[in-house]
């Protein structure tokens, strides 16, 4: 009986449930806005608590199909996203690619440039620029070098060292000169900046210099010329007669470029001293050159009065004979002397009474201050500051002065001094 009644009941209630799903079926569908409504309104009742069946189960269908739709954008998304990503992995590689190889090129062009450039424009040459001798380097020398380039130059330096580099490669004239001396050789000039060294045996050369000597008592000019290597003749000038003879013969003077006058020349060309003097103005101004030392100061002061003013009343020859042994550190004004000695130099003046040069219109090479006997008073001493080498030009040729010279008094400083002072002229 029991199972019979449970059988009735249950049949009854899917019989309800059917025919209440055939109502639902037969209802025409609302419009969407009444669907929100009632969406909307079939919410929790606050009075009942109650919530209603259909509307949860629409949320969650909606809910479902926001969720496989944002589902489906994202992944979207993500599908874009990546592709973007992977274009503009693949853009910024490839840029940076170009780039680098841009980069590269760049490069390898500029160091093609420049291997260029070395291989072809950039070389040098170097060395010591050496008197006749090859024993003596000298300083102040001019050093030329034509090349395929152009003309460059260098002046050797106190140890007569020199460096021209930026040559076109090839072959190129050397020329180095000083004063009357020089020499010219062909050089080759690697490429690649290799600097090439002058050998040691390219020295200045005396060539067609010719030079005379009128010797003195208290002088020896011609161990200097010795010691560089250069040939001379003499005349004894101690012999009385022997110095006018060849100063009076305007022709043999003008036979020699270089003639030197040593301190201790017998006096007696004094007695032809108009003849003697024009000989030498003319000889200077045609080109020739002219050194005396010390007590040759006459020569100077007879053919030049206005370039040297020597100390005491300088009209009369011996005036300024007042000069007192000792050393004297005098400041070296030339720059090529000084970038042999130094600024200052070590003169022995080991004999007392050599001639004192108060100033100089002349350019002074070598000056400083020392102790004179004066005038006045030989017993009371004077300190004066003047020249002690000095040098002027006139027409064509040169004239140089020492108060000092090499006989005996001679320091190294004072050698190299009158080494440079004879090569300069």
């Given at each position: ?12 209630l ?38 209603d ?13 926001d ?22 992995s ?17 490069a390898d062009?500029d ?12 070389g ?8 006749p001798?090859?024993?003596?380097n ?30 076109q ?5 050397l ?5 009357s ?7 080759t ?22 030079i ?8 020896d ?11 001379y ?17 305007p ?27 024009t000989?030498?103005q ?11 030392s010390?007590y040759?100061?006459?020569?100077v002061?007879a ?8 100390f ?9 004979m007042?000069?007192?042994e ?24 080991d004999l007392?009474?050599w ?36 040098r002027?030009?006139?027409?064509q040729?040169?004239?140089l002065?020492?108060?000092f010279?090499?006989e005996?008094?001679?320091?190294f ?12 002229l």
């Open positions: 009986m029991r199972l019979l009644f449970l059988s009735v009941v249950i049949t009854g899917f019989a309800c449930a059917s025919d209440n799903t055939l109502d639902t079926l037969q209802i025409p569908p609302a419009p969407e806005a009444d669907a929100d409504t009632d969406a909307d309104s079939d919410t929790d009742d606050p009075g009942t608590g109650t919530r069946i259909d509307a949860d189960a629409d949320a969650d269908a909606d809910s479902d199909t969720t496989d739709s944002d589902t489906d954008a994202d992944s979207d998304a993500d599908a874009d996203s990546d592709t973007d990503s992977d274009a503009d693949d853009a910024d590689s490839d840029a940076d690619s170009d780039a680098d190889s841009d980069a590269d090129s760049d062009s160091a093609d440039s420049d291997a260029d450039t070395d291989t072809t424009t950039d040098g040459l170097d060395g010591y620029v050496c008197a001798s090859g024993t003596t000298i300083s102040g020398a001019r050093v030329e070098v034509v090349h395929g380039g152009g003309v460059a130059y260098d002046v050797s330096d106190g140890d007569g060292y020199f460096m021209i580099t930026g040559l490669p090839g072959p190129a004239t020329t180095l000169t000083k004063g001396f020089s020499h010219t050789t062909t050089v000039i690697q490429a690649g900046g290799v600097v090439t060294t002058l050998p040691a045996t390219e020295c200045l050369e005396q060539n067609d210099v010719s005379m000597v009128v010797e003195g008592e208290w002088d000019i011609g161990s200097v010329l010795d010691t560089l290597g250069l040939t003749d003499t005349v004894d000038g101690t012999v009385p007669g022997q110095a006018a003879s060849f100063l009076t013969n022709t043999l003077m003008g036979t020699y470029d270089i003639i030197f006058f040593n301190c201790g020349i017998d006096d007696g060309w004094m007695t032809q001293q108009a003849a003697v003097t000989n030498i003319s000889y200077v101004a045609a080109g020739g050159s002219v050194y005396a010390d040759a100061y006459w020569f002061e053919s030049y009065p206005s370039q040297i003013d020597f005491g009343d300088d009209t009369f020859f011996g005036e300024p007042l000069g007192m000792g050393y004297i550190t005098a400041n070296v004004v030339d720059p090529s002397m000084a970038a042999i000695v130094g600024p200052t130099a070590q003169l022995n003046m007392g009474y001639v004192v040069m108060q100033s100089a219109t002349a350019t002074t090479l070598v000056s400083g201050t020392f102790d004179v006997e004066d005038p006045l008073d030989w017993w009371n001493t004077l300190s004066v500051t003047g020249p002690l080498a000095v002027f030009s006139v027409g040729g040169d004239v002065y020492t108060s010279h090499n005996q008094q001679s320091t400083a004072m050698d190299r001094l009158l080494e440079d002072i004879v090569l300069s």
